[in-house]
């Protein structure tokens, strides 16, 4: 097949921003970039740095300040990312459908694609400087926790493969059962969580990463063919008073914790695996966002508020992948000048935090600015779309990968390491491996190339 030529010149945000179509749904995509940005500003806001007795800490604000546990029902957005997922995926899946284009391996290749470019990119940066800084006194534990911090997005990519790679198979259960499908995977995951915490079979848990987040896509499909734009005001008022009372009553009568995200010292985590909890968040958030949705897209029309939507959708995922990274340049900075570290959650440390937030802006934006770029799909390049048994098996391979490296970090390289599930891990280079043959299997390895810079 010819490659297709290159193109020397790409449209700018705002000529793409002028060119956006009456029909797109801009909610969705504002959705998108604020909750990733909600992401990052939470892990930047939370992490408390210590020195004790000289070795750093890590810790968690939220784990000493009274009642902050209350932020996380609002605050924890990775819900609302599924959801508009699940939108996104919706009408993925339909247009490929009506263009007669749609196959599986084309599904997997495709959606694989946008998210492992700034992967790739992340990793063929840090990889080789750890095989550099493992030569030197840096290595040992120090390296261990940054390069943890350094992979730990990489759990969330590979949790969000595990819903692109069936959301095909969930669509076509969404079209044909409806609402059914959507309370059929709120049950099972609410199943999974009795099966776990009353027989002790903590590692049925880790299902319901694969039944909250669908959960949370089908959703989404109810938006996309728009069954919950129909919803009127009453209805969603109901949604969320319901989603907010079930969310209540399970962490006052059930063996939850209050927040919805993990927290030093706790036995059990809502996030990891998730729990019933979230699907209660999910229903409470979802009905928030569509009760506001009518006046919002109203403000997305102003060109400047569009055109910034688009500007950070642009680069969502690349930000998402170095804003962990930002955080550790900084903090090794500090530590290398010897600078103090105030204690968490004093009065000292609050007043601080807009200057640490915004240095973190000015190097997450050096990152994104640098790598950016590898995230907008190629002009050019191999159009092979693997067939669907490859498909199967390439996506397979790859969330294994994804999910091995966020597990198990990036150090010792070569060191062995024990396997989760039987599958996942088996050390850095193991894991590594994994990730470029299930790359390759989709047909991404020859388009994981910098597209034409922005003029």
Partial sequence: MTATTLSTTRPSAADLAAATPASRERYVDLLRAVSILVVV??????????RNDGEVQIGN????????????????????????GGFSNAVAIESMRRKGRFSYG???????????????????LWVPLIVVLELTPIGGATLRSATTLVSQPLWFIGIYLIVCALAPLAHRAYRRFGSGSIVALGCVAALVDVVRFALGLDGIGYCNFVFVWLFAQQLGFAYADGSLRRWGRASLVAMAVGGLTALA???????????MVGMPGEKISNMAPPTVCLVALTVWQVALVMLARDRVSAWLNRPRVWTATVVV???????????????????????????????????VWWLTRPLWIAVLTVLLLAFVAGFGRFERPSTSGSKRVPGNAVGVIGIIVLIVGVCGVAWGGLTPLFESKPLILGVIGGGPAV??????????????VPRLRIAPATH
């Fill in 431 to 444: 894991t590594l491996g994994e990730v470029i043959l299930g790359a390759a299997l989709l047909g991404l």
């Fill in 249 to 259: 009553l399970l962490v006052t009568v059930g063996p939850y914790p209050l927040s």
């Fill in 41 to 50: 500003l939470g892990h930047w806001l939370m992490a408390v740095i210590e």
């Fill in 61 to 84: 604000v939220l784990a000493i300040t009274p009642h902050s546990w209350l932020l996380t029902w609002l605050l924890q957005v990775m819900p609302i990312f599924f959801f508009v």
């Fill in 106 to 124: 084309a599904w997997a290749s495709s959606r694989a694609n946008r998210l492992m470019r700034p992967v790739a990119v992340l990793l063929a």
């Fill in 313 to 347: 959708n642009a680069s969502i995922m690349t930000i998402f992948c170095w804003h962990l990274s930002a955080a550790l340049a900084l903090t090794g900075g500090l530590l290398a000048v010897g600078a103090p570290f105030p204690t968490g959650g004093s009065l």
